[in-house]
């Protein structure tokens, strides 16, 4: 069985523990590889051999540091497909949509890029006689990172670009369920320019979650996962003095007005709730059909979502692929049951479709209609190829269903109304909007990250806030009298 290991000190390095966990192939259901689970000492060496590298990595130039996020650049863009079928063999997800993981993560280390001028500090001369004051933005030391299998690229992309180029030694604790791509990314860094020891991969379960958030030597972590765990990461990390970011789950909504292109609408739809098998943080998962939209709207998505062809992701005529594991799968399968006993409609049953009875963790799409906002179907975060379709009467209705679910991811609306468009961007109680646009996923030089249960901490994910995330700011205040002008002066500093 094939083994995959660590990357500690600049290399790969097999794992001493003794303990395993699988790595499925989701299209066969076949165990493919085993991945080795860090144990306390491999954690606290990793930790300290980062702790090591820092001081050196901090005090290579910035330009420097940029150069090596280039390179790494054109390293991950030429190895693109190499990846994207490591990803799809370990995920399941088609390689078209791996290569699409993958051109989002380039963006944010094409912004990494640009830190000469992110980092660039304030300075203001004259404060007072003879005196000035400028800011600077210092790293913090060792951070960690601790992310999801359904983005085994492009989320360490959010995290590792910015916190290295701003000078950070980085700890990737990749999901257990996909590792592969996470040693890949180590190599390609390495190849670019990156010391030994400022990066470092660690696989590993709860053990190394725990460990990290709670080792002295780790100042900060961001996380991305479900809304409990994201919970229990930031209130476990601030308790132990750290900075935490953690990004929880979501519920994400399409509002569709009565005077949406229902067709564009639809296409959304199906697009946005049942890509990557819905394995997705903004996935939509709940359409709101708001008057007449609702049956024409039901109609044209179900007509789309009966052609879907799910298979495995390395072939190329597959538009879905498999969901990660047997146990996603039956548990997705099962809120298909709660739906019927709740009153909602069946519309399209991917437990029809004979993808479903045979190997691997296939499930193909399913649309149910008339969703009670009390069933689980509605409330409880199912992360697969199920769409919701809830039927309000206004659009009063349908933002209330937003403002009152605990998650505040995303959220679209679908009009050809200008001013309900703007109205709704104004209002509406969460953290990435779309107007006619179903994943509100923010390019690189902004921020991703939701409000309410979607989000634990203050800074969002990548772009300007993980620039900030990942520094200190340290004001400086700088006096150079004439010393014949100089004298004891007990009363407070003033500038005036």
Known sequence: MREIGHWIDGKAVAGTSGRFGPVWNPATGEQAAQVALASLDEINAAVASARAAFPAWRRTGLGRRAEVMFRFRE????????????????????????LGELARGLENVEFACGAPSLLRGGFSEQVSTGV????????????????????PAMVPLWMLSNALVCGNAFILKPSER?????????????????????FTVLQGDKLAVDT????????????????????????TGTAAGKRVQALGGAKNHMIVLPDADIAAAADAAVSAGYGSAGERCMAVAVVAAVGDAADPLVEAIAERVRKIKVGPGADPDSEMGPV???????????????????????????????????????????LVDNVSPTSKVYTDEIFGPVLAVVRCETYTEAVKLVEDNPYGNGV???TRDGGAARRFTFDVQAGMV????????????YSFGGWKASLFGDLHMYGPDGIRFYTKTKVVTTRWPDPATSSVDLGFPRTR
């Open 75 to 98: 390293l991950l863009y030429t190895n693109r497909t190499e990846l994207a079928k490591l990803i799809t063999a370990e995920h399941g997800k088609t390689v078209d949509d791996a």
């Open 132 to 151: 000035d004051v400028h800011e600077i933005r210092q790293p913090l030391g060792v951070v960690a990172g601790i992310t999801p299998f359904n983005f």
């Open 178 to 198: 996909d590792p592969s791509a996470s040693l890949l990314l180590a190599d390609l860094l390495a190849q670019a320019g990156v010391p030994e020891g400022v």
């Open 212 to 235: 990290l958030l709670t080792h002295p030597d780790v100042e900060a972590l961001s996380f991305v996962g479900s809304t409990p765990i994201a919970r229990y990461v930031y209130e």
């Open 324 to 366: 990660i594991t047997r146990e996603a799968r039956d548990k997705i399968a099962g809120y298909l049951d709660t739906a019927k006993s709740d009153g909602a409609t069946l519309v399209v049953d991917g437990r029809e479709d004979p993808v479903y009875s045979g190997p691997g963790f296939f499930l193909a799409p399913s």
């Open 412 to 414: 679209a609306i679908f």
């Open 434 to 445: 779309g107007v006619n646009v179903p994943i509100p996923v923010p390019v690189a030089y």
